[in-house]
Nanobody, 124 residues
Framework: VQLMEAGGGSVPSGGSLRLSCAAS????????LGWFRQLPGKEREAVAT???????SYAHSVKGRFAISQDSAKSTVYLQMNNMISEDTAMYYC???????????????????WGQGTRVTVSS
């Protein structure tokens, strides 16, 4: 599976951005697509995931502000980010796995395909 992110950029605090991740390659009936983010020198952290049944998981820090969705026909997953804060500044990565673990969905090591990332900057 190949993943390509798009939609990053700079926004003021309180602004919105929508990221997209287009998947190509092998097709899977069951899958898990997630968004992670990372700052230089820091661990990659989970933001949100969505599985083939539409079930979602969110990090505490983004709940109520971010929304993950998908367009299966386009093999694309989106991350709508609203009411953004400076702490949302990071490189955002799309990730793929064959399933979303209920207890380990937030662990980067459980994902076996990654995009190149798209940079998001929130200015205060």
């Amino acid at each position: 599976v190949q993943l390509m992110e798009a939609g990053g950029g700079s926004v003021p605090s309180g602004g919105s951005l929508r990221l997209s991740c287009a998947a190509s390659g092998d097709s899977y009936g069951d899958y898990c697509l997630g968004w992670f983010r990372q700052l230089p020198g820091k661990e990659r952290e989970a933001v949100a995931t969505i599985d083939s049944d539409g079930r979602t998981s969110y990090a505490h820090s983004v709940k109520g502000r971010f929304a993950i969705s998908q367009d299966s026909a386009k093999s694309t997953v989106y991350l709508q980010m609203n009411n953004m804060i400076s702490e949302d500044t990071a490189m955002y990565y799309c990730a793929f796995n064959e399933y979303c673990g209920t207890s380990n969905w937030y662990l980067p090591r459980t994902y076996n395909a990654w995009g190149q990332g798209t940079r998001v900057t929130v200015s205060s």
